[in-house]
């Protein structure tokens, strides 16, 4: 068991000035942004405007990715001190890491290993944040110290990566890079990088480390499928560089798809680019009457086996409007290296079919010149992004047989359906093909033989009490989740998306055999258990 604030064996305010004189003033004491909504102790800086600042902008990722000890995870939050409870109620750090490290590129290597030594030898947990955007809590804990990775700022262009197993253009990132700059920075050389759909997620942290699925995935495999090496500090304290075929290739393996916070701190991941170009897109929208809608949707689902496999992917939700009628909007349609008629060619299969149901639709086609300017437009205005970040979540991963099976893919849409349909959720949903490449590494095996995956969001709305949230919360877990499980068995979950609650977690988010070699993993590098992270690896 870990010590947390209290027990006897947490240590003395001296041996915490110790460890910050150890890392050069760089070790940070937890207050969480909301205590200038709350008077009284702990903290005792309460301010009305700066409370309304905080209030304004409490969804927003930018609120919390640039503050040491923040997260975006309202369960996790658990109201311990949030802007929107009386000013009068105690701010308690509650699930709120302790104390946290900022890491710098200079300094990073020493000062983890400092704080990891400090924390084996005081019995103290230690947990990996890096921009926050989190869905499981996984980036805090209670009593822990926290490295905190937003300040790894590298990114250098290499024109020329030679190992084993690849030649050719490759980008190093430190792991406070987020995913808009990433893109930046490659796009400016000329190149394109795999990343995810929201600007401000860590692209080296726990997003790619959890396999990362993109918007290029069709192309050139999820995020984790483009690593080249993985710089990382282990739980006891060794610096390595763990790339596929070298003496540390099992922690390479782990890393690329296993999930973050477990296997030790990165520091940096050098990945693949890709030329870049061209992209074509779209925005595209249908709704119909109930029964008729769905019957669309299933079709959709099974014309979209050809879209993916032609190298393309499309970003859709599936949601009510205020009338009760369903719609389907995708937002971001990608054809990569094709112009308007190019897009329109792809697209033609799902118009034509919606035409043949009598079904309107609305279509509309672009192209940009590079894939930061496809990025943008579909997903910006950056650097922060559309998204907003306080929310219930639980996904699933639809598997290519069960869309080609009629009684089956008759199945996936009820699922669909009932999630739907169910007060305060919408689907969020993403057409690719990560099978396009299989390289070896821990990545879930029900992403090859996907064709799309959906999370289930219900935004968090903190104007409601909080038992109103927690019963939707229970909804997911006990109705929506099991529903969409049920329809595709044999497949799995995406585990930074997925369902906190779900009590079989590690067949669903990692798939059972690559779990069993992922603990394996864990023990040999982290084999006193120092890093613990809710549904990662060796935290059952």
Known sequence: CFAIPGDEQWPSPSEWAELNKTVGGRLIAARPLAAVCHTGDPFNVYDESKCAEVKAGWDRPETHFVDPVEFNTPIFQNASCDPFTPAERVCDLGNYVSYAINLTMKTAVRDVQAGLEFARRKGVRVVVKNTGHDYLGKSTGKGALSFWTHNLR?????????????????????????????????????????????????????????????????????????????????????????????????????????????????ISMTARLHPDGIVGGASFSFTAPMDKFWDAVESFHRLGIRYIDAGNSMIYMLRMLETNTPILIAFSVTVP??????????????????????????????????????????????????????????????????????????????????????????LGCNLFNAGVVRPKNAVN????????????????????????????????????????????????????????????????????????????????????????????????
């Open 337 to 426: 290296g094709k112009n308007e008629t190019g897009v329109k060619e792809a697209m033609q299969p799902f118009l034509d079919d919606l035409k043949g149901r009598d079904i309107a639709y609305n279509f509309e086609s672009h192209v940009s010149q590079t894939f930061l300017d496809h990025f943008a437009r579909d997903f910006g205005p950056l650097p922060y992004g559309m998204f907003p970040v306080s929310q219930i979540t639980g996904s699933r991963l639809l598997p290519r047989s069960a869309i080609q099976d009629t009684e089956s893919s008759k199945a996936v849409t009820e699922a669909l359906k009932l999630a739907v349909e169910s007060e305060g959720f919408y």
């Open 154 to 266: 590298e990114r250098t262009v290499i024109e020329d990566y030679k190992s084993k197993d690849y030649q050719g253009p490759a980008i190093k990132l430190g792991a406070g890079m987020l995913t808009g700059e990433a893109y930046e920075t490659a796009r400016e050389a000329g190149y394109r990088v795999v990343g995810g759909s929201c600007p401000t997620v860590g692209i080296a942290g726990g997003y790619a480390q959890g396999g990362g699925h993109s918007s290029l995935a069709s192309l050139y495999g999820l995020a984790a499928d483009n690593v080249l090496e993985w710089e990382v500090v282990t739980p006891e304290g060794e610096h390595v560089v763990a790339t596929p075929t070298g003496r540390y290739k099992d922690l390479y393996w782990a890393l690329s798809g296993g999930g973050g916070g477990t296997f030790g701190v990165v």
């Open 445 to 540: 095996p029900a992403f090859r033989e996907s064709v799309s995956h959906c999370i289930v969001v219900g935004p968090w709305d903190f104007t409601l009490p909080r038992g109103f949230m927690l019963e939707r919360q229970r909804r997911l877990t006990e109705v929506i989740q099991p529903a969409l499980d049920e329809a595709t068995r044999g497949s799995g979950t995406y585990l930074n998306e997925g369902n906190s609650e779900q009590g079989d977690w590690r067949e669903q988010f990692y798939g059972e055999d690559v779990y069993k070699r992922l603990k394996k993993v864990k023990e040999r590098y982290d084999p006193g258990r120092l890093f613990y992270a809710r549904t990662a690896v060796g935290s059952e």
